[in-house]
C-alpha cells in the first residue's frame, strides 16, 4: 500500500498532479514567467468550481418554478450557453488569477518590509486604489476604493460568492462585485457565470483620514480582503489526532491558502533589483532582500550604491557612473526607481528624482 502526505493533500492534490506549494506561489505571481508555462503547470487540474454546471442546475430550478414562459426560458438557456468557450473561460481564469496574486504578493510584501514604504499615489494607483470624497461631507475624511475589473469568466462567480460571504460578520466588508453592463437581473437566475460583459470586484473603507496614516490602513486591509475573499470556501479538516489543515477543492483557493501560509510562516518578498518574488524560509531577521544570496542582482545593488556614494561626493551622474566598474546608467536608473524609498531614506541629500530624469 503506497503511504502518501495526507496534510498535503488536503491543500490540493487531484487528478495526479501534486499539491500547489510556495515555488507554485512564486511562478504564478512572476511577471517573467509567460503565461504558456503557468497554463502548462496547471492543466488537466480544477482551478475552480463547475459554475457553469451550478447555473444550468439554477436555470432549471427556475423554468420549475413556472413563473416564466418558454421563450424566456429558452431565452435565458442559450445566453447561458453563448458565453466564453471553456478554453476562454480557463485563459481568462488564469489570467484573472495571476493578476490577483501579483497584487495580493506584492501588497504584503511591501506591508511586511521592515525598510518602510511611502503610501504616496502611485503606490495607490499601482493597486488600483481611488480616493473619493465621503459623503459625510467631512473636511479631511475620504473613502478608498480599490477596483478589479473581471473578465466574463468562472472566477467572476468565485469573488461574488467571496463579497457575498464577507458581508456578514465577522468580516462585515464593504465588497461587492458589479456588472459592467447594466444588470438585467440575468445574474439572479444564473449566477455570475452567465454574466457575458464581465463585471468588476470593488472593496472600500469609507470615512478613513486623507493621510499618510488613513493610506496605510486601507492598504493593510486591502491585504486582508484579498487574501480573505479567495478563503470563503476553504475547508478545516483534521489529521493526525486533530491537527487541522485547510482543505482546499480547486487550484484557486490552493494557491492562496499557500501564499497566506508563506505570509505567516516565512518573508515573502520580490528583488530589489529584478523583482522575482521569492519565499524565504528560516531565516532570523528576514535580511533576504534578493532573489538569490550574493547573485548578479546582490551586486548590482551594491554597485548601484557606489554610484549614488560618488554622486553625494560631488561627482556627476555620468563621472560616478563611469567610474564604477560592472554596470550601466540604465541600470542605475532601474534599481533607483524601484528602491526610492528606500535609498531616500540612506541618500537624504540626493535628489533621487534628478538621477531618474537623468
Known amino acids: 500500500m503506497t503511504q502518501t502526505?495526507?496534510?498535503?493533500?488536503?491543500?490540493?492534490?487531484?487528478?495526479?498532479?501534486?499539491?500547489?506549494?510556495?515555488?507554485?506561489?512564486?511562478?504564478?505571481?512572476?511577471?517573467?514567467?509567460?503565461?504558456?508555462?503557468?497554463?502548462?503547470?496547471?492543466?488537466?487540474?480544477?482551478?475552480?468550481?463547475?459554475y457553469v454546471a451550478e447555473a444550468g442546475r439554477r436555470l432549471y430550478l427556475w423554468r420549475g418554478s413556472e413563473r416564466v414562459s418558454e421563450g424566456e426560458f429558452m431565452a435565458a438557456a442559450r445566453r447561458l450557453t453563448s458565453g466564453p468557450s471553456r478554453d476562454e473561460d480557463r485563459a481568462r481564469t488564469l489570467a484573472t488569477m495571476r493578476s490577483l496574486a501579483r497584487d495580493g504578493f506584492e501588497l504584503n510584501a511591501m506591508l511586511k518590509d521592515e525598510d518602510g514604504f511611502d503610501a504616496d499615489a502611485s503606490v495607490m494607483e499601482h493597486f488600483h486604489v481611488e480616493v473619493r470624497p465621503a459623503a459625510t461631507g467631512i473636511e479631511g475624511v475620504v473613502d478608498y476604493v480599490?477596483?478589479?475589473?473581471?473578465?466574463?469568466?468562472?472566477?467572476?462567480?468565485?469573488?461574488?460568492?467571496?463579497?457575498?460571504?464577507?458581508?456578514?460578520?465577522?468580516?462585515?466588508?464593504?465588497?461587492?462585485?458589479?456588472?459592467?453592463d447594466r444588470e438585467d437581473g440575468y445574474d439572479l437566475i444564473c449566477g455570475w457565470s452567465g454574466c457575458q460583459a464581465g463585471g468588476r470586484m470593488e472593496y472600500a473603507v469609507r470615512n478613513a483620514t486623507d493621510d499618510e496614516e488613513g493610506r496605510r490602513h486601507f492598504l493593510r486591509m486591502l491585504a486582508k480582503f484579498l487574501l480573505d475573499v479567495h478563503l470563503h470556501d476553504v475547508r478545516i479538516v483534521t489529521y493526525g489526532g486533530g491537527t487541522m489543515v485547510p482543505a482546499a477543492t480547486h487550484a484557486v483557493a490552493a494557491l492562496w491558502v499557500r501564499l497566506?501560509?508563506?505570509?505567516?510562516?516565512?518573508?515573502?518578498?520580490?528583488?530589489?533589483?529584478?523583482?522575482?518574488?521569492?519565499?524565504?524560509?528560516?531565516?532570523?531577521?528576514?535580511?533576504?532582500?534578493?532573489?538569490?544570496?550574493?547573485?548578479?542582482?546582490?551586486?548590482?545593488?551594491?554597485?548601484?550604491?557606489?554610484?549614488?556614494?560618488g554622486i553625494a561626493d560631488g561627482k556627476s551622474f555620468d563621472e560616478?557612473?563611469?567610474?564604477?566598474?560592472?554596470?550601466?546608467?540604465?541600470?542605475?536608473?532601474?534599481?533607483?526607481?524601484?528602491?526610492?524609498?528606500?535609498?531616500r531614506e540612506e541618500y537624504p541629500q540626493l535628489d533621487l528624482d534628478q538621477i531618474l530624469r537623468e
Not at 11 to 30: I, R
Not at 152 to 173: I, K, R, T, V
Not at 268 to 297: D, H, I, L, M, S
Not at 320 to 338: D, L, P, Q, Y
Request: charged letters at 20%.
Open 5 to 50: 502526505n495526507e496534510t498535503q493533500q488536503a491543500f490540493y492534490d487531484t487528478h495526479g498532479h501534486g499539491p500547489v506549494t510556495a515555488d507554485d506561489v512564486c511562478l504564478v505571481v512572476d511577471r517573467e514567467v509567460a503565461d504558456d508555462a503557468i497554463a502548462e503547470r496547471f492543466a488537466g487540474v480544477d482551478l475552480l468550481p463547475d
Open 260 to 309: 497566506t501560509e508563506s505570509l505567516g510562516t516565512a518573508h515573502v518578498g520580490t528583488c530589489r533589483v529584478c523583482g522575482k518574488p521569492f519565499v524565504a524560509t528560516n531565516e532570523r531577521r528576514w535580511k533576504t532582500r534578493y532573489c538569490q544570496a550574493n547573485g548578479a542582482c546582490a551586486k548590482a545593488y551594491a554597485r548601484t550604491k557606489v554610484v549614488l556614494g
Open 320 to 343: 560616478a557612473v563611469a567610474e564604477t566598474r560592472n554596470i550601466g546608467a540604465s541600470r542605475v536608473i532601474e534599481i533607483v526607481r524601484r528602491n526610492r524609498h528606500i535609498l
Open 146 to 180: 480599490a477596483t478589479y475589473q473581471i473578465p466574463a469568466c468562472a472566477y467572476l462567480q468565485y469573488l461574488w460568492d467571496g463579497c457575498e460571504a464577507m458581508s456578514g460578520p465577522p468580516f462585515n466588508a464593504d465588497a461587492y462585485v458589479l456588472p459592467t
